[in-house]
């Protein structure tokens, strides 16, 4: 009978242990949402998870790239339109000019002439997130006057930005291409010889630059042009990533998150075999313990 006693004292302990670790993983199942804590609790699913995880981090950088390239095409964009916006104002001002006008109308055209070019320069230079918007990877202004000549001082760098696995954008437009340089006659050195024909009375030269001014539009058109496609394209790419991302996160749910009411009433049925095993011990041990101790 001490063996069988005995037996029966080390079957119910075990019980009580085994109920108490079900009972513990149960409560932790509850209080944290999650099937899982341990990768020993279910190596298939904790991997499969940490596979997941390491995607989506993936595409949460991909969709962060995308959101950082649309705010350099934003302002870029925004910056291009209010260059286009001065050069029109300066076309209508050479037509004017080009026309007959008195010696008041000439100077306040080439007083508005010189205002528009340094409007221009300061849209050329201008920055965000500490960077030259339209200098490439220079950090210095992207249009200086160097030793006379309106000169573009930037790099011509592209701007990229990767959002996807395969997909580069890039972002920027640069001082070079929108505002003439490439082209052989910037914009800034047109409206130096604007303003000066306007106080000249120089008609043949003001007339001259309506061409002139249309061409440099059309560079800045080009400019925006470009910016719009890799927009859309960014667009596309967020669109792409975020029902990706919404697709990885549901499977990951479906992985480690439990079902909240299954958990409960899982919950309770480990706690009532838990106080059975209790219940149990407790008559065997009234019964075997003494001579368990013998």
Partial sequence: MR????????????????????LAAAERRVSTGRRFDRPSADPLGMNRAMHLRAVLRTKEQAAANAADGRMWIEVADARLQTVSERLQRARELAVSGASFADDAERQAIATEFAA????????????HQGRRIFGGYRTGPAVAKVAGTWTYTGDGGAVTRRIGDDEVVR??????????????????????DLEAAALAGDQATLGAGIDELDTALGHVLEGLTRLGVAGRRIEAAE????????????????????????????????????????????????????????
């Avoid at 063996?3 to 079900?22: S, V």
């Avoid at 528009?116 to 920055?127: F, M, P």
């Avoid at 480690?256 to 009532?272: F, K, P, Q, S």
């Fill in 3 to 22: 063996i069988t006693h005995r037996w029966q004292f080390l079957q119910a302990t075990e019980r009580i242990g085994a109920a108490q670790a079900d």
């Fill in 116 to 127: 528009i070019r340094d409007q221009l320069l300061d849209l050329a230079n201008a920055e």
């Fill in 171 to 192: 972002v920027n437009v640069t001082a070079d291409e929108v505002f003439g340089f490439t082209a052989g006659r910037d914009v800034f050195s047109l409206l130096d």
């Fill in 239 to 294: 669109a792409r990533q975020l029902d990706e991302m919404n697709a990885i996160r549901s499977e990951l749910s479906r992985i480690e998150d439990v079902d909240v009411a299954e958990a409960i009433m899982d919950l309770r049925l480990r706690e009532r075999t838990y106080q059975a095993a209790l219940a149990v011990f407790a008559r065997s041990g009234q019964a075997s313990l003494v001579d368990f101790l013998r």
